[in-house]
T-cell receptor
């Protein structure tokens, strides 16, 4: 079975440009999470969805960040305009409802904003 | 708010030896889950082992085992017969059990080096 798929794997852009990160969760998973990993702040949750509905976006740093999940198999995280401090690795993870509470992570997107 | 602390930024072990990585957490909840994730240089987050708070028995997965001390809020990972492929960053993580979609709260990570 395919795991969580993220694209692109690497993104280099200039300050002020719009950046869109994409995620395809594991089929049948009804929860989707976006995390960001930086040296300064470690791994932190940005937002998560349940059945395509955003449940908790308290980790989204500011209005420049937005996330959507138009259907069960696709989500985007958009940064507009991007800034150098947004440089990080962005992970998407998914899981099913149930007792195991295990989240499965994608390979991540390394974003560099110049 | 829940917090997870890993007090060892770096650890090293000789191949075939045993190493223990420490993790403490703080929570007022009684129902929760704890995890150890491995992140090799490829940066892929790989689940190593899971522990349910309501289970008294320590979880084991092949060469990996945990020492879960609920009263002390301690959750250490023991790697036996260390292999070169075990070299990675290891993250301890916590999630509440009452809400299925609850976020994972991660520790700062421990960089493990395995010496041949």
């Amino acid at each position: 079975d395919a795991g969580v798929i993220q694209s692109p794997r690497h993104e280099v852009t200039e300050m002020g440009q719009e950046v869109t990160l994409r995620c395809k969760p594991i089929s049948g998973h009804d929860y989707l999470f976006w995390y960001r990993q930086t040296m300064m702040r470690g791994l932190e949750l940005l937002i998560y969805f349940n059945n395509n509905v955003p449940i908790d976006d308290s980790g989204m740093p500011e209005d420049r960040f937005s996330a959507k999940m138009p259907n069960a198999s696709f989500s985007t995280l958009k940064i507009q305009p991007s800034e150098p401090r947004d440089s990080a690795v962005y992970f998407c993870a998914s899981r099913t409802s149930g007792t195991k509470n295990e989240q499965f992570f994608g390979p991540g997107t390394r974003l560099t904003v110049l | 708010a829940q917090t997870v602390t890993q007090s060892q930024p770096e650890m090293s072990v000789q191949e075939a030896e045993t190493v223990t990585l420490s993790c403490t957490y703080d929570t007022s909840e009684s129902d929760y889950y704890l995890f150890w994730y491995k992140q090799p240089p490829s940066r892929q987050m790989i689940l190593v082992i899971r522990q349910e708070a309501y289970k008294q028995q320590n979880a084991t997965e092949n060469r990996f085992s945990v020492n879960f001390q609920k009263a002390a809020k301690s959750f250490s990972l023991k790697i036996s017969d260390s292999q070169l492929g075990d070299a990675a960053m290891y993250f301890c993580a916590y999630t509440q059990g009452w809400a299925s979609g609850s976020r994972l709260t991660f520790g700062e990570g421990t960089q493990l080096t395995v010496n041949p």
